[in-house]
């Protein structure tokens, strides 16, 4: 099983790994990896990655098959055994941290102020999407919502990151508002605690204060049926 590094720092750019497997010549799994895989709505992270005689191979996406963090690259040559050095693509994990945690900050206020419940969303380095169990479309509402979302991400909250048993997690509903990616099944869940604001079952990446986000803005919301609205917004 790879070690998922970005699950403890999220800030870790590069980073030392061996190749455990390589399948049909371009799919590679690392010991460890800061690869992100797509997962909870979230968009993969891309990097390089550089064999010991400075071979390079760029890892164009990284997803989970059967349970393992597969990275794919572009070119054949990477061998099991291989000692290879990793570097993100940071300037593309980066916003999508702060897509990610801005959408923490956009569901909670949605949940917290109006009793709506995300039900998928969907992170990308252009714009955010959350679809909401809202009945009738109120786009001023939603507005609303992004404008309270931008007073709290100005309060500059820490976002810290740890773990609590499974069994105390299920005692807490609300940990799982916005699903991401984490497994019922494992023994410990990983909390991502907004200080003060909202807590979160969670695996995936986000700043370390809020102030990081910069702003949330209103793109648009589109009425995808009964219970089922779809809001845009991006970052700036
Ligand atoms: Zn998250």
Redesign the pocket.
Known sequence: MTEALYMNDSYLKQWNAEVKSVSNDKFIVLDKTAFFPKG?GVEWDTGIIKTDDEKIFNVVYTGKFSGEISHEVDNKGLEIGNKVKCNLNWNRRYLLMRY??AA?ILSGVLFNEYGLKVTGNQLTTEKGRIDLNMNVMDVELIKKAIEQSNKIIKKNLPVEIYSISRLNAEKDPNLFK?A?GFKHKIDNIRI?DIKGFDK?A?G?C?VKNLNEIGKINFVNAVNKGKNFKRVYFQIE
């Open positions: 909870g990610h945690t923490h916005l991401a991502v979160q969670d995936g986000h």
